[in-house]
């Protein structure tokens, strides 16, 4: 994936979209809407998150569907198989020592159709960096609705009928913070992370793991966990 570049200096600017942008729009929640019918058929709650939500897509956008809570990974990998989506990729990733394991299916050879849900119960703040980014429910696909969030460049999206508007968010938090429902915490914690990531060139990943193909993700976690002792005994706390 190309290196995505924040954007410093503030602008504000409407994108109205082409017809091929439209289009590109609708074939990517026309994708997503299938798979997260999967889940929602059977009662899981499910999120798409990213530009696919917001609608400011390109070409190397990824469909980023979500479970948000802790849910057992052979009943996710069950509803899918029943349904004709074999997994290309099966991989356990960590982004800091503190933040909870997720697992991820990734669906195409590309890597840009990618079901995702949490081994344990995510923070309050985890959950909030989805609203941050954008996401939208199922039925909320269903309605066409788009909603506003923050994309890689730390660029804030709101969406128009004739595309969207493009306003800063470093030195406009508070707003950003009211705008999207999130605490100014997690806007500044994003700002910091991203703006670091974008110093340092480095996706800060703390942890990932492929699964290997007869295991389980609860079981590549447990090895996961042997492997990284910081993370066994947070593990363990939790689970307390």
């Not at 990733?93 to 159709?113: H, Q």
């Amino acid at each position: 994936m190309p290196r995505v570049k924040i954007r410093r200096i503030p602008e504000f600017r409407e994108v109205i979209y082409s017809e091929e942008h439209w289009k590109l729009l609708r074939e990517l929640r026309l994708l997503a809407l299938r798979v997260m019918s999967v889940f929602t058929s059977s009662g899981i709650e499910v999120w798409l998150h990213g530009s696919v939500a917001r609608g400011d897509v390109s070409g190397d956008s990824d469909v980023d569907i979500v479970i948000p809570m802790k849910i057992q990974g052979y009943l996710v990998e069950y509803l899918l198989e029943k349904n004709n989506y074999k997994p290309r990729t099966r991989y356990i990733v960590v982004a800091t020592p503190t933040t909870t394991p997720k697992a991820v299916i990734v669906l195409d050879d590309y890597e840009r159709l990618i079901v995702s849900f949490p081994l344990l119960d995510f923070k309050p703040r985890e959950l909030e960096f989805y609203k941050f980014g954008g996401y939208v429910k199922y039925t909320d696909l269903l309605e066409d609705k788009r909603v506003p969030g923050v994309n890689k460049s730390l660029v804030l999206i709101k969406p128009t009928k004739r595309g969207h508007e493009e306003l800063p968010v470093i030195g406009w938090e508070d707003y950003v913070a009211k705008l999207l429902g999130v605490s100014i915490e997690t806007v500044t914690e994003r700002v910091k992370i991203l703006t670091r990531r974008d110093e340092i060139g480095r996706t800060g990943i703390y942890a990932k793991i492929a699964l290997l193909p007869d295991e389980s993700f609860e079981e590549a976690l447990e090895r996961l966990l042997k492997e990284r002792q910081l993370l066994y005994r947070k593990f363990m706390t939790l689970e307390e």
